[in-house]
């Protein structure tokens, strides 16, 4: 079982940045992949960027490239995403989740663990 502890989630205004912390945790930890997601009401959830545990490579949708960046420190089990020129329609729940056999890292019912969600919410 792993669990994911989020954090960092607030109110920004248009240009200004913000970082999403996620921390995963279990007794049998062993994700390859981790991710975020975002959602708004009536929405699908949508795919924002993803790591490789292991080889460290990235993933971005287009809508994020330049913008957002996504890292993680193995020791802490943790994943960032590092969200700078924040637009209204970033506005969104984010959520971090986690997966060991993904090959489509775009899809959310690829992954196997997910957190409760974080508010990001941008005025312009």
């Known amino acids: 079982q792993v669990q994911l502890v989020e954090s960092g989630g607030g109110l920004v205004q248009a240009g200004g940045s913000l970082r999403l912390s996620c921390a995963a945790s279990?007794?049998?930890?062993?994700?390859?992949?981790m991710g975020w997601f975002r959602q708004v009401l009536g929405k699908e959830r949508d795919f924002v960027a993803a790591i490789r545990w292991s080889s460290g490579g990235t993933y971005y949708a287009d809508s994020v490239k330049g913008r957002f960046t996504i890292s993680r420190d193995k020791d802490k089990n943790t994943v960032y995403l590092q969200m700078n020129s924040l637009k209204p329609e970033d506005t969104a729940v984010y959520y971090c989740?986690?997966?060991?056999?993904?090959?489509?890292?775009?899809?959310?019912?690829?992954?196997?663990?997910w957190g409760q969600g974080t508010q990001v919410t941008v005025s312009s």
């Open positions: 279990g007794r049998a930890f062993s994700g390859e992949t």
């Open positions: 989740t986690v997966g060991d056999r993904i090959a489509v890292v775009t899809l959310s019912s690829e992954y196997d663990y």
